[in-house]
């Protein structure tokens, strides 16, 4: 699951600031980049600083049914416009509890059905 519409927010961040070789993170654009433009004054340079998101626990519940999910972000700005992507269509609003909790309300998930073998 991701907060946030390109994707990976959370993961693409922490991916190119732990690597060996120097690196900055691009939060406007999502984007790994090599170097340092002047440009571009608020990229990340540690993973420390990187968005996290920490999901709290879903009970199980058959497919198709709309379920509410609830997570824990850091190092994100406050009340910033989010979106819930859980990788199918459509995107949900996340709307925020409190400093650092956002919800994600009406969350219809579904099961692809696997192929049958006769």
């Not at 699951?1 to 693409?12: N, T």
């Not at 709290?56 to 198709?64: D, I």
């Not at 199918?88 to 059905?113: F, H, Q």
Request: glycine fraction near 4%; hydrophobic fraction near 30%.
């Amino acid at each position: 699951m991701s907060v946030y519409e390109s994707g990976h927010y959370d993961q693409g961040c922490m991916s190119c600031l732990s690597i060996r070789w120097k690196c900055y993170w691009d939060q406007e654009n999502h984007l790994c980049l090599s170097s340092k433009d002047d440009s571009k004054p608020n990229l990340l340079e540690s993973d420390a600083s990187c968005p996290i998101l920490t999901p709290s626990e879903a009970p199980p519940s058959p497919s198709g049914m709309a379920q509410d999910f609830t997570m824990i972000l850091s190092n994100i700005q406050e009340r910033e416009r989010l979106e819930c992507d859980f990788g199918t269509e459509p995107r949900y609003e996340a709307i925020w509890l409190d400093n650092s909790t956002v919800k994600c309300s009406g969350v219809t998930l579904t099961r692809k059905p696997l192929s049958q073998r006769w």
